[in-house]
């Protein structure tokens, strides 16, 4: 379903059973899959891919090299970014920077089944892990481990949340959710998209610098 009021430059980018809501704009070269919501005012520019069962709710943004796996939800008013170091591209001085997107667009993934609250804002380059929540108004300077809960500006590890969404009282891979009674050993030993083992540690935090997005 496309709201007459939507603005979806090719509606054969649209998969099967997905809403696209009014006033939201699907740029020609974006890809959304099958059964997805797409709320009132949100964005999605040439280049970005969405998977199926996505929620984009109200004024989502997300811009050339972010990619969303399949069961990801996205807050209201959540923002991506794509250049760490944005200048104005018709800026004479770098019109050099500016000439190839290798040399300034950053892409993002957003692995199956991730949450991201409202007001969030994700940095250019990251890796957000397959099931990992982030919170409101977060600031995401980092990569974010499967399962892990992280919070703030900067957005640091707090916690891990279990496949349901709720937190849980240890590691992922160990502790029993206590809403949906899924186990430890049920979560572990997944795998990423890409084939990558996802049940690694949170890790030490390498932050990056934000930056913004350029068209």
Not at 44 to 55: K, L
Not at 134 to 153: E, F, K, Q, Y
Not at 181 to 203: D, L, W
Request: charged fraction near 20%; glycine fraction near 12%; include cysteine.
């Amino acid at each position: 379903m496309i709201h007459p009021m939507a603005l979806v430059d090719d509606p054969q980018s649209i998969g099967a059973g997905t809403a696209v809501w009014a006033f939201a704009h699907v740029m020609a070269g974006a890809r959304v899959g099958t059964m997805c919501n797409v709320g009132d005012h949100a964005f999605i520019e040439s280049g970005a891919e969405i998977g199926d069962r996505v929620t984009l709710k109200n004024q989502v943004l997300l811009w050339e090299g972010v990619t969303l796996e399949d069961d990801v939800f996205i807050g209201p008013r959540v923002t991506f970014t794509n250049d760490r170091f944005p200048r104005s591209a018709r800026m004479p001085l770098v019109h050099n920077k500016y000439a190839t997107k290798e040399k300034w667009l950053l892409k993002t993934i957003v692995r199956q089944g991730a949450s991201v609250g409202a007001n969030a804002t994700i940095c250019p380059g990251l890796e957000l892990g397959r099931f990992c929540m982030i919170a409101a108004g977060s600031v995401v300077t980092a990569d974010v481990a499967p399962h892990s809960l992280v919070r703030g500006n900067p957005a640091r590890h707090v916690g891990f949340v279990c496949r349901c969404g709720e937190t849980l009282a240890g590691d992922f891979e160990h502790v029993t959710c206590q809403a949906c009674g899924e186990t430890g050993s049920e979560r572990g030993g997944e795998e990423t998209a890409s084939g990558k083992a996802i049940n690694q540690p949170a890790g030490k935090i390498t932050e990056k610098s934000c930056g913004a997005v350029n068209r």
